[in-house]
């Protein structure tokens, strides 16, 4: 069983059990599952700085903070106990592309060639952690939602506005991938 | 909350929101902040091994999906709508009442620009970083401290937003 645990598991799982996270939560106490806005609630609790949008009973919404807390939790359960010994199978179209951008493939969950300390105040830094971070975080706010809120919870009550934003959502990384990434990673 | 819906029409016990709290807890019975708050703590747990154990949070599986080389995660939130949507449909059809034993309560969410503008923005985000809001917990978690930096960014972010919000076409 354990052995089964360990292997990737598949997208229909995977998919099966992000989807009933919806009903879940509902049914726990009528919760909306939505990721992003506890972003907003850290800014309500730690500098809500007189801005009205961070004006509100924060601790209303405590639960979404610790429910993010549990993630958080969950990725460090996963990686140090029911962890894959086996290197991340990449598909070699994408192994191809990423090479020919000079990214090393190094079939862990994230490249270490830009996801490490060392990039923390260089270029790539810039771009990949605090660029990347803050279009993160300020689209989805001014989105109103992000992949949970708007793909899942939004499409699951059939909501058009959630369908407009997951094409965005599409657009968007459809666009840094093939327009903006090759022309970015030449600056490294 | 978002306006009001039909929903808050019909229901007359709807708690009133902060400005348009995306994903607002809309429980009537009073909750201690601990106690009460530890059981999403564990879904959050069970959904962060999810996200790992399907690689969700691998910036590899990003950028294979804007890429199209790989069904995965195509795969995953397809299936996660359906199910989903399934279940919202059965709750709804049948009535379904929360463990307090009230009515869920559904919002509807009403068009505005940011739907598009920052959408889009936060795709660019989405494909730099390989993690939407969900991820990033996961991936630091799974040891990748370095994402904090990337999760304060996300928190500035949503912090200017605040800021700049009135300025923005909705």
Avoid at chain 2, 111 to 123: K, T
Wanted: proline content about 4%; charged content about 10%; glycine content about 10%.
């Amino acid at each position: 069983m354990l052995e089964l645990i360990r292997q990737p598991w598949p997208w229909y799982v995977a998919g099966a059990l992000i989807g009933l996270t919806v009903p879940v939560l509902l049914l726990l106490g009528n919760k909306h599952f939505g990721i992003s806005s506890s972003l907003r609630h850290i800014c309500a609790a730690c500098l809500p700085a007189n801005i009205s949008f961070f004006k509100y009973n924060w601790r209303r919404e405590m639960w979404n903070l610790f429910f993010v807390g549990g993630v958080l939790l969950g990725g460090l359960v996963a990686t140090q106990l029911l962890s894959n010994p086996d290197p991340i199978q990449v598909s070699a179209q994408t192994v191809q592309d990423l090479e020919a951008l000079n990214v090393v493939v190094d079939n862990e969950l994230m490249p270490a060639s830009i996801f490490s300390f060392e990039n923390l105040f260089s270029l790539k830094g810039l771009v990949f952690f605090v660029l990347g971070g803050f279009l993160v975080g300020f689209g989805t706010r001014y989105a109103g939602g992000c992949t949970s809120g708007h793909s899942i919870m939004g499409l699951s009550t059939l909501q058009w506005p959630s369908l407009v934003a997951t094409c965005c959502f599409m657009a968007g990384g459809f666009a840094m991938v093939h327009l903006i990434f090759p022309w970015l990673m030449k600056l490294f | 909350m978002q306006n009001t819906t039909e929903e808050f029409v019909t229901n007359p016990l709807v708690l009133e929101h902060p400005i348009e709290c995306e994903a607002p807890n809309d429980q009537l019975t009073l909750e201690t902040p601990i106690v009460s708050n530890v059981k999403y703590m564990v879904v959050g747990i069970l959904f962060g091994i999810v996200f790992v154990k399907a690689e969700i949070i691998s910036w590899y599986r990003i950028q294979e999906m804007f890429r199209l080389h790989s069904f995965h995660m195509y795969g995953a939130i397809g299936t996660a709508v359906v199910v989903g949507m399934i279940s919202v449909w059965l709750i709804k059809k049948f009535k379904i009442r929360t463990m307090q034993g009230e009515e869920v309560v559904f919002h509807k969410k009403d068009f505005h620009w940011g739907n598009i503008i920052g959408a889009s923005m936060f795709g660019l985000g989405w494909a730099i970083t390989g993690a939407c809001p969900g991820p990033l917990f996961a991936q630091i978690g799974s040891g990748f401290l370095v994402v904090l930096v990337t999760l304060v960014s996300a928190i500035a972010g949503t912090w200017f937003y605040g800021l700049l919000r009135d300025r923005l076409p909705h």
